[in-house]
C-alpha cells in the first residue's frame, strides 16, 4: 500500500516510530538537524567564559606573584607564553617576558636561543591578531637585542604576512624597520610597493609606503621629497621616477576611474614637489612691542629666536597669538620702551637665518617676499592637466579628474588660471553634491589667495595697503590669515564666516573690523584684539547677553554695531554702558 505523507503527517510518523519501535530520530527542523537552542548554548559560552576566567586568574596572580618576588623562571615564561597564545593582546605580559629575558643569569648561547623562541611566539601569536600593537612592538625588542639578526628572513616574512592583510599598516611599519636595517635600497622597496599597488589598486598602506620611499630615494637637504624642475634637469632619475608615478597613477584611472586611493596619492604628490618657502613672513617692531608672523602654523622655542638692536640681544618672551602651541602669529612685548634710534642696527634670527629691520613709518620691518605658486616641473604638470581634461570630456561626471585639474592649475600658475578654477568649482558643487561645502571652503581659499596677489603687486617699500575689504564674495572659511596681521582695516561683511571667528586672532594691528551679516550666532570663540576700537557685527543671528558683554571687557571698543540681533530685545545697550562708558553702541 502506497503511504502519502505530507507535512502534518510527518511528525505523527516519527512520534510513532518512536513511541512503538524506541528508534532515535534526529531532530530536523525545515529538513536540517535541530541544532542547540539559544538557552542551551548561551549556558555552555558562559561555562566555557568562567573557565577562561578562572584560568586567567590564576595565570595572571602567579605572574605578578613572581614578578613581585622577582623570580624569572622557565615556568613565569611558560605561563606567559600559554596566556599570550590565547590573548596576544596583553602587553603587561609582554613587559614582563621582557624582564624575564634581561634579569636572567643565562649564557649568551642561551640568551639568543630565547630570542629565537620570542619570534616563534611573536610570529604564533601574530597568526592569531595580525594587527596587535603589543606583539609587534615585542617583536621589534626582540630584533633590537639579537646579537646576529636574520634581517633577510624577516623581510620575506613581511612579504607573507602582507599578503595576508596587504593593508596592515603595523606590518609596513615594520618593514620600514627592517629593510632599513638589512639594507635593502629603496629602490628595491620602491618596485615592492609598485607590485603591490599593481595587485589592488585600493592599498592605500602601499601608496602611504611608497610616499615615504620617494622621500628617502630624492631628499633635499631637510628630508622633504625634492622632485622638482631643477632637480630633474639635473637628474634623469628622478624625472623618471616621478614620470613612472604619473604613469602608474593615470593607467590606474583608466582601469578604475572610482578609485579614490590614486587620486590622493596625485594630490600629495603635488603638494610635495613644492618648493619650501622662508617660514617667516614679516616681523614688525615698535618701540613697546614685536610680532612675528609665519608662513605656517609652527612652534619656536625662546632660545630659537633672537631679536638684536646694535648687536645686542632683547630678552624676549614670545607668545602665541592663538594660545595654542603652534600658531602664526607670535608676539613679545617689552618691560621697558626701547630707545630706538634712526640709525639703530635691528635684525632679527631665526634659527641660523638673519632677517634685517629697515624703518617704515613709526616702526620697524623686516621681511621675505611671498614667491608665486611654485612652478615645479611645469612642462610635466601641464602635460597631466591636458590629459585630465580629456578625461572629465569622456567621464562628464567624474569628479576627482576636474578636482585635480584644479590642483594642477593652482600648482602651474594661480593668476593665469583663475578664472578656470573658480568655473570648475561651480562644476564641482553640482557634480558632487555631497561635498557642496568642503568645495565653497576651497573657493574660499582661492578667492583669498587672489585678494591676497593683487595686495602684494600693489605693495612696495615706501607704501603698503592698510586695509582690505573682502565683504560680499560669499566666503565660508577664512584662510591665510596670518598675511593680514598689520592691516589696521578689514571688511569681512556679506559673508559667511560664523566658524571662523578663531582665526581673527591674526588681526594684530586691526582697529576697524566688520563682521555684519556673517551668519554668526555666537561670538564665545571671538579672540582678544587688543587695538580693535570699531566692531560690526550688524545683522546676524547673537542671542547671548553674556557673551556681548564678555567681548566689550576684553576690548577697548569705541564703537560697536550690533543691530539686527536677537540680542536687541534684551535690553544689552544699558548693561554694556553700565560695564564701559567710553564705547558708543548701536541697537
Not at 38 to 62: D, F, P
Not at 63 to 79: A, C, N, S
Not at 255 to 263: F, P
Not at 469 to 488: M, V
Request: hydrophobic share 35%; with cysteine; aromatic share 12%.
Amino acid at each position: 500500500m502506497k503511504l502519502y505523507i505530507d507535512i502534518v503527517s510527518q511528525g505523527n510518523i516519527i512520534w510513532f516510530l518512536k513511541r512503538k519501535f524506541c528508534i532515535k530520530i534526529p531532530k530536523f527542523r525545515h529538513g536540517r538537524v535541530k541544532v542547540r537552542t539559544t538557552a542551551e548554548q548561551e549556558e555552555i559560552k558562559k561555562v566555557e567564559k568562567q573557565k577562561k576566567v578562572m584560568e586567567y586568574k590564576t595565570g595572571i596572580t602567579l605572574v605578578f606573584r613572581k614578578r613581585k618576588d622577582e623570580i624569572w623562571d622557565d615556568e613565569i615564561l611558560l605561563v606567559t607564553e600559554k596566556m599570550l597564545l590565547r590573548n596576544p593582546d596583553i602587553y603587561t605580559l609582554w613587559n614582563t617576558r621582557r624582564e624575564a629575558l634581561m634579569k636572567n643569569n643565562w649564557t649568551k648561547e642561551e640568551y639568543e636561543q630565547h630570542l629565537q623562541k620570542e619570534l616563534t611566539l611573536t610570529e604564533n601569536c601574530l597568526r592569531e591578531n595580525p594587527k596587535s600593537y603589543s606583539v609587534w612592538h615585542h617583536r621589534y625588542w626582540v630584533f633590537d637585542h639579537l646579537s646576529e639578526p636574520n634581517y633577510e628572513t624577516e623581510v620575506l616574512l613581511c612579504g607573507k604576512f602582507l599578503n595576508i592583510d596587504e593593508r596592515n599598516f603595523h606590518c609596513w611599519d615594520y618593514r620600514n624597520f627592517i629593510v632599513k636595517m638589512a639594507g635593502v635600497s629603496a629602490a628595491e622597496e620602491f618596485e615592492f610597493s609598485t607590485a603591490k599597488i599593481i595587485n589592488n589598486f585600493s592599498n592605500y598602506s602601499s601608496w602611504h609606503y611608497r610616499s615615504k620611499i620617494l622621500s628617502k630615494m630624492f631628499p633635499d637637504d631637510k628630508g622633504h621629497l625634492s622632485i622638482k624642475a631643477d632637480k630633474c634637469k639635473e637628474d634623469s632619475k628622478s624625472s623618471s621616477k616621478l614620470q613612472d608615478c604619473y604613469i602608474i597613477i593615470f593607467s590606474i584611472y583608466y582601469k578604475n576611474i572610482s578609485d579614490t586611493s590614486a587620486w590622493f596619492y596625485q594630490r600629495w604628490l603635488l603638494e610635495s614637489c613644492k618648493t619650501s618657502r622662508s617660514k617667516i613672513w614679516r616681523a614688525y617692531l615698535t618701540e613697546i612691542e614685536a610680532t612675528i608672523v609665519f608662513h605656517d602654523h609652527i612652534s619656536i622655542p625662546s632660545s630659537s629666536v633672537c631679536l638684536f638692536i646694535n648687536g645686542e640681544v632683547l630678552d624676549c618672551q614670545w607668545i602665541s597669538c592663538n594660545d595654542q602651541k603652534f600658531s602664526k602669529v607670535w608676539e613679545t612685548k617689552f618691560n621697558i620702551s626701547l630707545n630706538i634710534c634712526e640709525d639703530s642696527d635691528i635684525s632679527l634670527k631665526f634659527y641660523d637665518n638673519i632677517y634685517p629691520f629697515y624703518r617704515f613709518n613709526t616702526s620697524w620691518i623686516c621681511e621675505t617676499k611671498v614667491s608665486e605658486m611654485e612652478k615645479c616641473n611645469e612642462v610635466q604638470l601641464r602635460e597631466q592637466l591636458v590629459n585630465y581634461k580629456q578625461l572629465f570630456e569622456m567621464e562628464r561626471q567624474n569628479k576627482w579628474a576636474l578636482l585635480i585639474g584644479i590642483f594642477l592649475m593652482r600648482n602651474i600658475d594661480f593668476a593665469v588660471f583663475y578664472p578656470n578654477i573658480l568655473n570648475d568649482l561651480e562644476l564641482l558643487w553640482k557634480i558632487d553634491k555631497l561635498r557642496y561645502n568642503y568645495y565653497k571652503d576651497l573657493r574660499s581659499e582661492c578667492l583669498i589667495d587672489s585678494y591676497l596677489h593683487n595686495m602684494w603687486q600693489e605693495d612696495n617699500e615706501d607704501q603698503r595697503r592698510n586695509r582690505a575689504d573682502l565683504s560680499g564674495l560669499g566666503l565660508t572659511t577664512l584662510c591665510n590669515e596670518n598675511y593680514f596681521a598689520f592691516l589696521e582695516e578689514i571688511n569681512l561683511g556679506a559673508n559667511n564666516l560664523g566658524n571662523s571667528l578663531h582665526r581673527l586672532y591674526a588681526f594684530r594691528e586691526c582697529t576697524r573690523l566688520s563682521l555684519s551679516s556673517n551668519n554668526i550666532k555666537s561670538i564665545s570663540k571671538f579672540p582678544t584684539l587688543h587695538k580693535l576700537q570699531v566692531l560690526s557685527l550688524r545683522n546676524n543671528g547673537i542671542s547671548s547677553i553674556k557673551e556681548v558683554l564678555d567681548l566689550v571687557k576684553r576690548h577697548n571698543l569705541l564703537k560697536l554695531d550690533i543691530r539686527e540681533n536677537l540680542v536687541c530685545e534684551f535690553g544689552v545697550k544699558e548693561k554694556i554702558e553700565a560695564i564701559s562708558s567710553r564705547v558708543n553702541v548701536k541697537i
